[in-house]
């Protein structure tokens, strides 16, 4: 009786919704309905378009490329398309459902990402509206690399890992064990599976401090055999360890911080960067009531600190450290208003809200069926949720490419890297590019190239010569745009609020020269590589 009883409660609980559902549904609402931009914000990025044509090249060949697909620039030089895995399932929803299905895929990614987030810091034992409030800055601060890239797959990853883990520390479950196997995924997904090696290195660094200090070392053992088997786990890939050597180079590269936005130091002049810098501070003041507290660095501080300066010096890193620090936050919030609450009133409204809060946070505890069916509902509605079906016109130059389309075809183009990106969605395989957003590819040869051209510094002329232009398509905000109108090799053919159009006189014939009749993709570059 009392097992059946048992059974119809569970099920009971199972087919309740509860705050973390809402939490759930409503997030892309806030995030991806309610703003001007909506679902398009999501496609923000032009690499998008890349992404979708490696991963379609995968598909075809059944292997990861090595060697360069997109460019006239570097043609067949090596490649390592880090994120394949990643790109073929944006490749396999781009056929399902165009870039639509593509950006509600991300959108799906980021929302279990936020749920995830928001279970952690309750398990951490923060007050419900602690909680709620450390998850919305976290989630605020986190939105600045909100776009349907590979990245978000980093986010799921890292937010499941690291409640694992902090599961683990409490009470050992085999279940941190799953972490080995997933980062042979993760690994394939996105380089920043070498964020989860980080962190565990430092849980590793602080377990063995304890070890050297108290004479335990179980907990060292344990955290470094689950190291070192995700290490291990990062060699399955198609490139071995030369993934490791071109991503940690690439990492280092004084000239991509120069050139890259996202790998520069973050501005605090937008909204998701202030709520980046609420948690900055309190993530250090966290830190440093700890350390008085405890008298030595844990894991988790260990990881606020590391990833404070990470995220300080790139903003590419301001979402691991939102997720990084937020349970800790919370955690340390709701125990200073704990105490504080010891000697107020029962009545006082301080004591009041900590305990609605508290079953708020025993609400926001749990999960139910609702989270799966709200997911099958937006698969379901997917053609009702107004998705996009392109790139927004306003920041990539679809009209111009239109009026154009057969002229451009098969031309060598200069344009700005993230219009390569465009273009290559649009075009490839038949229009090639000079660059694109694969910086870790081009490198500085032709990074500073495109910059002086693109600035239209001392011999740019002889650049734009020197690899055969015939076409030059670009914002009127280009320097060189300006020295253009006064050459007279060069004719504006174009121009409307995004984009000018430059043909190099005589430039059909000079592209046909270059590239010869019906170049648009040889025997060898069909061939698997």
Same mark, same amino acid.
């Given at each position: ?18 705050? #973390? ?14 703003? =001007? ?9 032009? *690499? ?5 044509? @490696? ?33 073929? $399932? ?26 995830? !987030? !928001? ?46 883990? =902090? ?46 200090? @108290? ?42 911080? *120069? ?51 990470? #995220? ?15 349970? !800790? ?6 125990? =200073? ?31 139910? &069926? ?7 509902? &937006? ?15 306003? /920041? ?18 200069? &344009? ?40 239209? /510094? ?7 010569? &020197? ?9 009127? @905000? ?10 007279? $090799? ?19 014939? @000079? =592209? ?14 069909? $061939?698997?590589?």
């Amino acid at each position: 009786m009392h097992g059946k009883e048992d059974q119809l409660r569970g099920w009971r609980r199972w087919l309740t919704p509860s705050f #973390a559902d809402l939490f759930f549904i409503t997030l892309p609402v806030w995030l991806f309905v309610a703003p =001007a931009d909506g679902w398009r914000g999501l496609l923000g990025d032009g *690499d998008t378009g890349w992404h979708i044509r @490696t991963g379609e090249w995968v598909l075809a060949y059944g292997t990861a490329p090595r060697v360069d697909l997109f460019s006239f620039s570097r043609p067949g030089d090596p490649w390592y398309a880090w994120e394949w895995l990643a790109d073929v $399932a944006m490749a396999g929803l781009h056929r399902w459902g165009g870039l639509g299905a593509v950006a509600l895929a991300a959108a799906v990614v980021i929302s279990l990402f936020a749920l995830i !987030l !928001l279970r952690h810091v309750i398990w951490s034992g923060a007050n419900g509206f602690v909680g709620l409030m450390v998850t919305w800055l976290a989630i605020g601060a986190a939105s600045t690399h909100f776009l349907a890239r590979p990245h978000v797959f980093t986010l799921l990853f890292l937010a499941g890992g690291l409640w694992l883990l =902090a599961i683990d520390r409490k009470r050992q479950t085999p279940w941190i064990w799953a972490m080995a196997p997933l980062t042979v995924v993760w690994t394939n997904l996105h380089s920043g599976v070498f964020g989860w090696i980080a962190c565990l290195g430092l849980w590793f660094v602080s377990d063995v401090w304890v070890a050297w200090k @108290t004479g335990i070392q179980v907990r060292a053992r344990r955290t470094g055999w689950l190291l070192a088997a995700c290490i291990a786990g990062t060699l399955v890939n198609p490139y071995s360890f030369e993934l490791h050597r071109h991503v940690f180079s690439y990492m280092r590269s004084d000239w991509i911080r *120069d050139m890259v936005q996202e790998f520069q130091s973050p501005s605090f002049r937008s909204g998701n960067m202030r709520l980046f810098e609420i948690l900055l501070i309190l993530g250090l003041m966290t830190v440093a009531w700890r350390l008085w507290r405890d008298r030595r660095f844990t894991g988790e501080t260990l990881m606020v600190v590391f990833w404070a300066h990470m #995220a300080l010096g790139s903003v590419r890193h301001v979402p691991i450290y939102a997720l990084v620090a937020a349970p !800790l936050i919370a955690s340390e919030l709701t125990g =200073a208003w704990r105490r504080v609450c010891r000697h107020s009133p029962r009545s006082s409204l301080g004591r009041v809200l900590f305990d609605m809060g508290a079953g708020l946070g025993r609400a926001m505890g749990r999960s139910s &069926a609702w989270a799966a069916l709200a997911l099958a509902a &937006a698969a379901g509605f997917a053609g009702h949720l107004a998705l996009p079906g392109n790139f927004d016109p306003a /920041k990539f130059p679809e009209a111009m490419l239109d009026r154009h389309r057969g002229e451009l075809m098969n031309a060598r183009i200069l &344009a700005p890297d993230e219009w390569g990106d465009y273009l290559i969605y649009r075009a490839w395989p038949e229009q090639r590019v000079f660059i694109d957003g694969r910086t870790d590819f081009y490198g500085p040869r032709v990074g500073n190239e495109y910059v002086r051209m693109m600035e239209g /510094k001392p011999g740019w002329n002889r650049l734009l010569a &020197a690899h055969g232009f015939t076409h030059v398509l670009c914002p009127a @905000t280009w320097p060189l745009a300006e020295l253009l109108k006064t050459q007279g $090799a060069w004719r504006l053919a174009d121009s409307d609020r995004l984009a000018l159009l430059f043909v190099r006189e005589g430039g059909s014939e @000079t =592209a046909h020269l270059l590239l010869g009749p019906g170049t648009a993709e040889s025997k060898e570059d069909k $061939a698997p590589r």
